[in-house]
T-cell receptor, first 114, second 111 residues
């Protein structure tokens, strides 16, 4: 029972580099989302998707791209990494919208940009 | 500016004490959830409240949703070291597609 799998768990990037954070789920959930977590700020929504082929912006989308070609996968791309993107990133999924259903989180990716 | 503000940000108490964590907003939420997060892990759902004034109990934890659906509280009775963690509230304002998280309350229960 994998649930929500994020890779990698840790990553160090140099300023200006690009990379993709992977998120895969085996629960057949329609809803997937990416959050970043910074001290004292809780989790902030970056992008979300309500189904394959559909994505939308959250609170803090600048500097990030997403795509949803399959139900299972929702990669997050950093186009040109900046020190301000140093954070812990979480992928979360839910059956439909979150209002009346449980969300499941991956274990997180700790990203440091130097 | 965070949509959901939690207080206190940090809380350190002795085992056996009671505590209350608050989650406040100027916005109305369709539903509100409470999560608990341990170091190195993702948040795990504790409860969902959807009706103004609703009270839910989960063993020693009591959750309340404000009448106006703008605020919520989490009360823990007789705290135990296993309750240690980061507590997060999260709310759905309208469509259910954007779930906003609070600023978090870091709880430490000392044996």
């Amino acid at each position: 029972n994998a649930g929500v799998t994020q890779t990698p768990k840790f990553q160090v990037l140099k300023t200006g580099q690009s990379m993709t954070l992977q998120c895969a789920q085996d629960m057949n959930h329609e809803y997937m989302s990416w959050y970043r977590q910074d001290p004292g700020m809780g989790l902030r929504l970056i992008h979300y998707s309500v189904g394959a082929g559909i994505t939308d912006q959250g609170e803090v989308p600048n500097g990030y791209n997403v795509s949803r070609s399959t139900t299972e996968d929702f990669p997050l791309r950093l186009l040109s990494a900046a020190p301000s993107q140093t954070s812990v990133y979480f992928c979360a999924t839910a059956g439909t919208g979150w209002g009346d259903t449980e969300a499941f989180f991956g274990q997180g990716t700790r990203l440091t940009v130097v | 500016t965070q949509l959901l503000e939690q207080s206190p940000q940090f809380l350190s108490i002795q085992e056996g004490e009671n505590l209350t964590v608050y989650c406040n907003s100027s916005s109305v939420f369709s539903s509100l959830q409470w999560y608990r997060q341990e170091p190195g892990e993702g948040p795990v759902l504790l409860v969902t409240v959807v009706t103004g004034g609703e009270v839910k109990k989960l063993k020693r934890l009591t959750f309340q949703f404000g009448d106006a659906r703008k605020d919520s509280s989490l009360h823990i009775t007789a705290a135990q070291p296993g309750d240690t963690g980061l507590y997060l509230c999260a709310g759905d304002t309208d469509t259910g597609n954007q779930f906003y998280f609070g600023t978090g309350t870091s709880l430490t229960v000392i044996p």
